[in-house]
């Protein structure tokens, strides 16, 4: 079965430069997750993402940070301007939103690096 | 508002030795409980899980129990082994849709 998939896995960049990272969660699923993972904040939720429509986008820093979910099997997060201190793995995870018993499941995550 | 609290790391321990992870939650209701586990480079996976109050999650070796009345989720594992050393994480989710991450703990397991 196919999991979470990313893409980039890696994306190194100079700041200043517009990042778009992008999200295929698994299929079937209806919720989506978008999570920033640091050694100082550890591992944030940026947004996530219920029928396509964002539920709770109180994790993302700031107005350089956007997500859209178009459609049920595909999801961007975007950097614009991309900042040294953005550097981080982004990961998407996916889930079903209606059982409380049922995990997320993650991707491979994307290691950014802004210069 | 829910919570988890993780043991400090790292936890470093010789191979074929016993693990404990501890870990303690604070939620409302009857949360779901979770393991998941990172290994170096990849995204977290599930280990375990456990939906009510006295489930044991199991896999790989590892155990955990859904302790109510201690607030409880250890993570054992009888004979841990190199291929172990990881960083774990657990996890709650409540009656809605987020979960709720503790801050990891990381494994070391020397031969």
């Known amino acids: 079965d196919a999991g979470v998939i990313q893409s980039p896995r890696h994306e190194v960049t100079e700041m200043g430069q517009e990042v778009t990272l992008r999200c295929k969660p698994i299929?079937?699923?209806?919720?989506l997750f978008w999570y920033r993972q640091t050694m100082m904040r550890g591992l944030e939720l940026l947004i996530y993402f219920n029928n396509n429509v964002p539920i709770d986008d109180s994790g993302m820093p700031e107005d350089r940070f956007s997500a859209k979910m178009p459609n049920a099997s595909f999801s961007t997060l975007k950097i614009q301007p991309s900042e040294p201190r953005d550097s981080a793995v982004y990961f998407c995870?996916?889930?079903?939103?209606?059982?409380?018993?049922?995990?997320?499941?993650f991707g491979d995550g994307t290691r950014l690096s802004i210069l | 508002g829910n919570s988890v609290t993780q043991m400090e790391g790292p936890v470093t321990l010789s191979e074929e030795a016993f693990l404990t992870i501890n870990c303690t939650y604070t939620?409302?209701?009857?949360?779901?409980l979770f393991w998941y586990v990172q290994y170096p480079g990849e995204g977290l996976q599930l280990l375990l899980k456990?939906?009510?109050?006295?489930d044991k999650g199991s896999n790989k070796g590892f155990e955990a129990t859904y302790r109510k009345e201690t607030t409880s989720f250890h993570l054992e594992k009888g004979s841990v082994q190199v291929s172990d050393s990881a960083v774990y994480f657990c996890?709650?989710?409540?009656?809605?849709?987020?979960?709720?991450f503790g801050t990891g703990t990381q494994l070391k397991v020397e031969l």
């Open positions: 299929s079937g699923h209806n919720s």
């Open positions: 939620a409302t209701g009857y949360p779901s």
């Open positions: 995870a996916s889930s079903f939103s209606s059982e409380k018993n049922q995990p997320q499941h």
């Open positions: 996890a709650l989710r409540g009656g809605g849709n987020k979960l709720t």
């Open positions: 456990a939906t009510k109050a006295d």
